[in-house]
Structure formats: C-alpha cells, structure tokens
C-alpha cells in the first residue's frame, strides 16, 4: 500500500533513525496497545486522529488504547506485558526500572507543572510546615508523590510527620472536597479543576520539583523491534507539532476527553510544555534528583545507585535528531 503523505511527514524526521536501524529483527506483533491519560494531551490527539492506525494497518497490526489513571498504573500494565508504551512521570519510571521493571524512556511528550499540594480555604495551611499532623492524601509511586517527599524534606519533615492517606488521583481530589483529607498531592486536570471551580488553594508550587512527562515502552520490545519504537515516535512527534500549532483544538480535545470546561483544560495546557522531546542531560538530572529524595525517604534502598540507575533508563538514540519546536 502507498504511503500517504501525512504519514511520510510524520516520519520524515526519524528517517535517518530508520535507515539504520534497518529491518525487524523478529516478526512484528500483531497487536499495538498504547496508554493515553489526560496528563498525557500528545496521547489524547493521537487516539483521537487514528494517525497510529493509520499508519500500522498495512502491516496488518491492530492497535488498542487503554487509559492510565496515573503513572502507577502504567507501570503495572507494562510490568504485566499487557502495554507497549506507557506515559508516566520520569520520576515514576525510574522507581518502577529500581523495582524490577524492565522499562526504559523513549520519549519526553512535556515539561509540566502538573502537580502541587493543594488545600481547601478552610483548613488553615498555608505552607508545608503547617502539614504537620495533618492528613494528606496522595497516589504512591507518581510524581505528586514524589513531589511530596521532596517538599516536605525542603522543610525539615518526613512522612512521619504527617498521615498519610494513599489513594488514586481522581480519589484524592473526592477526598479533599469531602473534607476526609486537608491536603493532596495534587495531578492535572483534576488539580486545575479544584482551583478553578471549588476555590482550592495550591499552596506549595515548584514547577522544577516536577519530572517529565516521558514515554516507556518494554526493553524487550526496544531489541526486538527499534524501527517499530521508532515510528510510534515519529507520530508522537506529529501529534505534538500538531498540537503546538492549534492549541484552540488540543484545548478543546482535553475539555471533551475529561468532561471538564474548556477554562480547566486550558489551565492544564497553561502549566503544559510540549517545545522539547527529547531525552536527555534535563531529563537525567530532574529524574536521577527525584530518585534521591525517594531514597532519602526510605523508599529505595540506601546502597542503589540513583545515577547509574537513571542513566540505565533513558533510551536516547530515538529522539537524538529531533529538532527543539
């Protein structure tokens, strides 16, 4: 079947990439699933333009979406086999590759501020300290989790300082608005959502404290079949280009995906950077200092190496020739 033209655009940029890495080392799978999540607005446009079909379906191979509530999620489905490429936090997928998780980054689809600790106006916090015995809820093994441990340290406390309540995303926010928490461990939209239309206060902020948005497919998948991880990036590549050029759509297609109002998408997107994808020397600093402050805590062990362990992670072959846009 001859190439459309979108689909050779899509491509162009990787073809050197392509040539040579040559051909699959194995016969290719006959089924493709890839996450989407609403932390995740590149994977939202994808789903939606069918431009992966699009593309996979002269090989024959069927492609499946399944949605991440959060980067512990996709980690589980990669560590069962049951996803092929996985969005999470860059701070996430090295905790996963430390438990065992044979996953490596491929991909940076944002720089985002896509977490906070964020309270009601009744509560009386203000800053970190006052988290002191209070309950604070958060999804373990994600950035906001992360993005706690960290806070929390910066102010000379721990989690035993706090209680701890760990829930999924969508029921930490559930939680804060019943008043069964004070604070959360905030991720976005949900997080704008509260801000916006329960006057929710965001009241630690540290967009560098925040890893990358990145891409994880399975180290197997990586050796077997490169020029396939290489093509799935290449429309990754087309979807942020595409989504850097009409954020009126991108705004509108998260809106409609989460069922919110288009003001808390675009408070998201406000807080989203898609201009670098690649993965590199950033990539490895903000995720190897996550990896120290969940060590810090307690939650890898004292004698991992966090350095070597992060540069083990990240896959930089496949977006090395991408342009910065």
Excluded: C
């Amino acid at each position: 079947m001859r190439r459309s033209r979108r689909s050779f655009l899509g491509t162009a940029t990787l073809l050197p990439l392509l040539a040579s890495i040559g051909r699959a080392r194995a016969a290719l799978p006959r089924d493709l699933v890839l996450d989407w999540a609403t932390y995740n607005p590149v994977s939202l446009l994808l789903k939606e333009k069918g431009w992966v079909e699009e593309e996979l379906s002269r090989e024959g191979i069927r492609v499946h979406w399944v949605q991440s509530l959060g980067s512990n999620k996709a980690l589980e489905f990669l560590n069962a086999g049951s996803l092929h490429f996985g969005s999470t936090a860059g701070s996430a997928a090295l905790l996963g590759r430390l438990n065992g998780n044979p996953i490596k980054t491929v991909y940076v689809f944002s720089k985002p501020e896509w977490t906070a600790l964020v309270t009601r106006p009744d509560t009386g916090i203000r800053s970190v300290p006052d988290l002191r015995g209070r309950r604070v809820a958060a999804t373990k093994g994600t950035d906001p989790f992360v993005f706690l441990l960290r806070a929390l340290d910066r102010h000379g406390l721990g989690l035993k300082d706090v209680q701890l309540v760990l829930l999924q995303h969508d029921q930490g926010k559930a939680a804060l608005e019943r008043g069964d928490v004070d604070a959360w461990a905030g991720l976005d939209p949900m997080m704008a959502q509260l801000e916006l239309e329960r006057g929710a206060r965001l009241f630690y902020r540290d967009p560098e404290a925040n890893s990358y948005g990145v891409l994880n497919a399975p180290e197997a998948l990586i050796d077997r079949h490169p020029e396939l991880v290489a093509r799935i990036i290449a429309l990754y590549e087309r979807g942020r280009r595409y989504a850097l050029a009409h954020p009126e759509e991108l705004r509108a297609l998260l809106a409609k995906a989460v069922r919110i109002p288009e003001a808390v998408a675009a408070r998201q997107l406000e807080r989203t950077d898609l201009s670098d994808p690649r993965v590199g020397d950033a990539q490895e600093a903000s995720i190897a200092a996550a990896g120290r402050a969940l060590q810090t805590a307690g939650l890898i062990k004292p004698d991992a190496d966090i350095e070597a362990a992060t540069r083990a992670l990240l896959e930089r072959r496949f977006t090395a020739a991408l342009a910065l846009k």
